[in-house]
Nanobody, 123 residues
Framework: QVQLVESGGGLVQAGGSLRLSCAASGRTFSSYTMGWFRQAPGKEREFVAG????????AYPDSVKGRFTISKDNAKNTVYLQMNSLKPEDTAVYYC????????????????WGQGTQVTVSS
């Protein structure tokens, strides 16, 4: 059973930084893709970063490119999302997701999800 546990959310002022963590367990993740998504009230779940566990290939949408960085620690089975230059529009619940296969950005293509962590950016 795959388990994903996010942490690191909180309240930050605009322009500040946060680092989210996603601790993964229950599998050998070398063939998995990991993704970070966010969902604001009344909006669809949005892809913000992805990484392939084996090769470390990454992807970002234009809305966060240059501000967010996804990385992984193989020894700790943990994926991170470093978020810099945060904006009020980054406010959302952030979710970690995982599934076998190549890097992809659609929420419906990920089987495993964490519970989410709230990020609030004040202006």
């Amino acid at each position: 059973q795959v388990q994903l546990v996010e942490s690191g959310g909180g309240l930050v002022q605009a322009g500040g930084s946060l680092r989210l963590s996603c601790a993964a367990s229950g599998r050998t993740f070398s063939s998995y893709t990991m993704g970070w998504f966010r969902q604001a009230p009344g909006k669809e779940r949005e892809f913000v970063a992805g990484i392939t566990w084996g090769g470390g290939r990454t992807a970002y949408p234009d809305s966060v490119k240059g501000r967010f960085t996804i990385s992984k620690d193989n020894a700790k089975n943990t994926v991170y999302l470093q978020m810099n230059s945060l904006k009020p529009e980054d406010t959302a619940v952030y979710y970690c997701a995982a599934d076998l296969g190549p890097l992809r950005s659609r929420a419906g293509e990920y089987k495993y999800w964490g519970q989410g962590t709230q990020v609030t950016v004040s202006s």
